[in-house]
C-alpha cells in the first residue's frame, strides 16, 4: 500500500497538466507572432516597395539619312526607328501618362516623338515602336556640325520623363516617374547607330 507521500495529489497534478498546457500555447503564440512579423516585414520590403521604372531606348535603326557638309549646305537629316521600353519591376501596374521624347545635337532639338499614355504591367517591359524624324534645322550655323558631318559620326542624346502612377494590390498608390537620358552615335557612312548608352 502506497504511503501518502507516494500519492500524487489529483488538484495539484490538475494544475501541473494546465501550466504545461498554457506554455505549450503561450509558445505557439509566440512562434506565430515571429512568423507574422517576419512575412511582414518580407511583404514590406519586396511587394509593397514601390521603385520608379526605368525608361529606356532600344533596337534604334537609321533610314533615310542625307546629309551635306561643303561650304555652302551644312545640314543632315534622317528618320530612326527605335523600340522604347518601360521597364516596371514593381509588384503593381505603372499607369504612365502622355509625354515627349527629345532628340538633341549638341544642346539644340533635332527632333520629338510623342509618347501615348498607356500602363506596363507588374514586373513587365513595355515595349512601343516610334519613328521619329530628326533634322539639322534648329542647329545654330556656328556649331561643330561641319566637322562632326565630315568625320562621318554625330552625337545624338535623347531625354524623355515619364510621369505616372503605381498601384500594388489595390491597397498602394504611389507617383512614380521614369527618366530617360541617353547617348548614341550616328555613323554616316554605314548609315546605323552606334554606341547606344541609356542609364
Known amino acids: 500500500m502506497a ?23 503561450s509558445l505557439y503564440a509566440a512562434a506565430f507572432v515571429v512568423f507574422q512579423t517576419i512575412v511582414i516585414t518580407a511583404i514590406a520590403l519586396t511587394v ?3 521603385k520608379n521604372p526605368k525608361f529606356r531606348l532600344r533596337n534604334t535603326v537609321v533610314e533615310d539619312i542625307v546629309y551635306s557638309s561643303n561650304t555652302s549646305t551644312t545640314s543632315f537629316g534622317m528618320r530612326i526607328h527605335a523600340e522604347v521600353t518601360v521597364e516596371n519591376t514593381n509588384f503593381g501596374n505603372f ?4 509625354s515627349t521624347v527629345t532628340f538633341a545635337y549638341g544642346g539644340n532639338t533635332v527632333g520629338e516623338v510623342f509618347i501615348a499614355r498607356a500602363r506596363a504591367r507588374a514586373r513587365s517591359t513595355r515595349k512601343i515602336d516610334v519613328m521619329v524624324d530628326v533634322s539639322s534645322n534648329n542647329v545654330s550655323s556656328n556649331s561643330n556640325l561641319g566637322s562632326d558631318l565630315n ?3 554625330l ?9 505616372g502612377r503605381v498601384q ?11 527618366q ?11 548609315r546605323e547607330i552606334e ?3 541609356c542609364d
Open 180 to 190: 530617360m537620358n541617353c547617348t548614341m552615335g550616328v555613323n554616316l557612312m554605314e
Open 95 to 98: 499607369s504612365f501618362e502622355n
Open 48 to 50: 509593397m516597395r514601390v
Open 155 to 163: 552625337m545624338l542624346t535623347s531625354h524623355g520623363r515619364l510621369n
Open 168 to 178: 500594388v494590390m489595390k491597397l498602394i498608390k504611389k507617383r512614380k516617374s521614369a
Open 151 to 153: 568625320s562621318g559620326r
Open 3 to 25: 504511503s501518502n507521500n507516494e500519492r500524487v495529489n489529483p488538484e495539484v497534478q490538475s494544475q501541473t497538466l494546465r501550466r504545461k498546457k498554457i506554455m505549450k500555447y
Open 195 to 197: 554606341d547606344l548608352n
